[in-house]
Nanobody, 115 residues
Framework: QVQLVESGGGLVQPGGSLRLSCAASGSIFSIGSMGWYRQAPGKPRELVATISSGGTTNYADSLKGRFTISRDNAKNTVYLQMNSLKPEDTAVYYC?????????WGQGTQVTVSS
């Protein structure tokens, strides 16, 4: 089993940056894919970015160039660097670990972009 704990969320002004972290417990972290998703109030959860065990990344088209996902298998941690933040980026951000059809989710961290 994998337990995920997100951190790094908070309040930031438009144009600012935040780096989210997701720390995982469990020895199988390095062999699964990791992803960041977000859910704004009244909207469905949506993909932000994923990274495979080998480091291949995938991004939502609308976020390419502003967000960067990375992972450190030695620290069992995945990161999401978010730059040039906009008010529409406000959401709860969740990390996900997946191997085949088995997925684990973190509890989420709130990101609010507002002046």
């Amino acid at each position: 089993q994998v337990q995920l704990v997100e951190s790094g969320g908070g309040l930031v002004q438009p144009g600012g940056s935040l780096r989210l972290s997701c720390a995982a417990s469990g020895s199988i972290f390095s062999i699964g894919s990791m992803g960041w998703y977000r859910q704004a109030p009244g909207k469905p959860r949506e993909l932000v970015a994923t990274i495979s065990s080998g480091g291949t990344t995938n991004y939502a088209d609308s976020l390419k160039g502003r967000f960067t996902i990375s992972r450190d298998n030695a620290k069992n941690t995945v990161y999401l660097q978010m730059n040039s933040l906009k008010p529409e980026d406000t959401a709860v951000y969740y990390c996900k670990h997946q191997i085949s059809i088995v997925a684990y989710w973190g509890q989420g961290t709130q990101v609010t972009v507002s002046s």
